[in-house]
């Protein structure tokens, strides 16, 4: 749609036919969760999705939410699993910084991924580390030939991503690196991304904040961001429609060849068009009534934070109901002077036993943990449509792609499942699993979300039992 020569936005939209709005778009806005509307319909589903609730939400009727959160170099295992089992267990030193949530936590032991280890492929445990965490197949050993696969959080997304703005968010507070050879020969497509759309095509994820912020809510201050944003909306619409018509009139006069090369340019096209339809579909943006942040901190725990609110917002809002955060790519080589360790991530967890190292580590391993635990806090702080919290209402996976950092092991993976899943998980508990595929637990948390006919997921056998 256009806005008519010489009239102001807001004239424009007032003009706009209501029926069209309560039938086109539906009567939905990506705003805070308000308990009465749990029962009649989703929130920010476009009109007829009530059709899919079953497939989306919990009993109750509220969002279900899934998030996977990526920590990189393993962890000392002997400081990281809990002592006792079951509902009777104490946390370890470094997940102790859980205890005010550890009613809502799952401490899984005994989950692998066959498929990151070396074998014929060798070397390379960092980028297979990233790349098979939420594919569970063996990645392709090439810098060019980038061959992964579909991961968990986009097989979920397929299934609910069309009932909010965004299907899924990705967010790192990493650099992005996509192209050229990182790990040993592997692409460094595999170890700065965890989220796969197809075998070929990662999701690149955002590491920037406000770009983050902006994407989900729009520029500018509290109550201009969604004017904004339509306005934005009503550019881009404006020049795909001059690019469009101006590739039909190209392509008469094109040969074979060149038709081709322009249709896999408007593949392009049409997926911007696509998205624009889905802004379209939602209405206006949800405008919270905070700032937009104004970059990447330069702290890091504050960045972490940050990053996870811009998370939390987003589930808040129910602008997408998937996620994955990178906190950092695997074989990440950071520093932590803030914390009192000025050597390399990396470097120190090669610590061949040496006891000042690995202490070290595991200051970095309880920092990581420690603000994942501010962030379940908040969750849990954040009431949701049915009474329950945003915590209880969510599945989020915190691991690594490796176990032991100084082995580059991947069996019995360091691994948290938090949340209880609108009642489907039973969360306050370590669980050991003894030795199945990280990739079973994958299928649970597809059927919960709807997901149907997946009977194998990556190197899965089955679905894992008592979960």
């Known amino acids: 749609m256009h806005t008519p020569a010489g009239s102001s936005l807001e004239k424009h939209l007032a003009a706009m036919n209501r029926r069209h709005f309560l039938k086109g778009l539906g009567a939905c806005i990506a705003l805070p969760a308000f308990t009465s509307l749990a029962s009649s319909r989703l929130l920010g589903a476009p009109a007829g999705a009530a ?63 066959n498929n990151a ?17 939420l594919t569970g197949v063996r990645i392709n050993k090439s810098a060019t030939d980038v061959r992964a696969g579909v991961s968990i959080d986009q097989v979920i997304a397929g299934q609910v991503g069309h009932l909010t703005r965004f299907p899924s968010l990705e967010l790192t507070c990493d650099i992005n690196r996509q192209s050229g050879a990182c790990d040993s020969g592997y692409s460094c497509a595999y170890q ?3 989220s796969w759309k197809s075998p070929t095509t990662p999701l690149t994820p955002e590491n920037n904040p406000r770009l983050v912020f902006e994407r989900l809510f729009g520029a500018g201050a509290h109550g201009e961001r969604a004017a904004n944003a339509q306005r934005r909306l009503l550019a881009r619409r404006s020049v795909l429609d001059f690019v469009s018509d101006d590739a039909r009139r190209l392509s008469r006069g094109l040969d074979t060849g060149d038709r081709e090369k ?32 104004t970059g ?6 504050d960045y972490l934070d940050l990053m996870y609110d811009m998370m939390l917002l987003a589930f808040k809002t129910d602008s997408t109901r998937v996620a994955t955060f990178i906190l950092g790519h695997d074989g990440d080589n950071r520093s932590f002077g803030h914390i009192g360790v000025a050597e390399g991530h990396h470097d120190l967890s090669h610590h061949q036993n040496n006891e000042e190292r690995i202490e070290k580590i595991a200051q970095i391993d309880r920092f990581y943990v420690e603000r994942f635990a501010n962030f379940l806090r908040k969750l849990e702080a954040t009431p ?51 030795g199945r595929p990280m990739s079973n637990l994958f299928l649970n948390l597809a059927d919960q979300a709807g997901v149907k006919h997946l009977d194998r997921f990556g190197d899965s056998t089955g679905r894992l039992a008592n979960v």
């Open 192 to 194: 700065y991304n965890i």
């Open 117 to 133: 280890r070396g074998g014929p492929d060798g070397a390379g445990d960092h980028a297979r580390g990233n790349g098979v965490f």
């Open 51 to 113: 059709a899919d609730l079953r497939l989306a939400t919990t009993a109750t009727g509220a969002p279900l939410r899934t998030a996977f959160v990526f920590f990189p170099n393993g962890a000392i295992p002997g400081r990281w699993w809990p002592e006792g089992t079951g509902s009777d267990f104490r946390l370890s030193p470094t997940l102790a910084s859980l205890e005010s949530v550890k009613s809502h936590v799952q401490v899984l032991g005994g989950l692998d991924h």
């Open 262 to 293: 322009l249709d896999q340019y408007l593949t392009g096209v049409r997926d911007v068009e696509q998205r624009i339809q889905r802004a379209e579909q939602f209405g206006p943006n949800a405008d919270p009534a905070q700032p937009t942040p």
């Open 384 to 434: 949701d449509v049915d009474g329950k919290s945003l915590l209880h209402n969510s599945r989020i996976v915190y691991g690594s792609g490796n176990a032991d950092g100084n082995r580059h092991s991947h069996d019995n993976l360091p691994l948290i499942l938090a949340g209880g899943g609108g009642g489907l998980l039973t969360p306050g508990r370590y669980v050991q699993h003894g």
């Open 296 to 301: 990447i901190p330069s702290s890091h725990a």
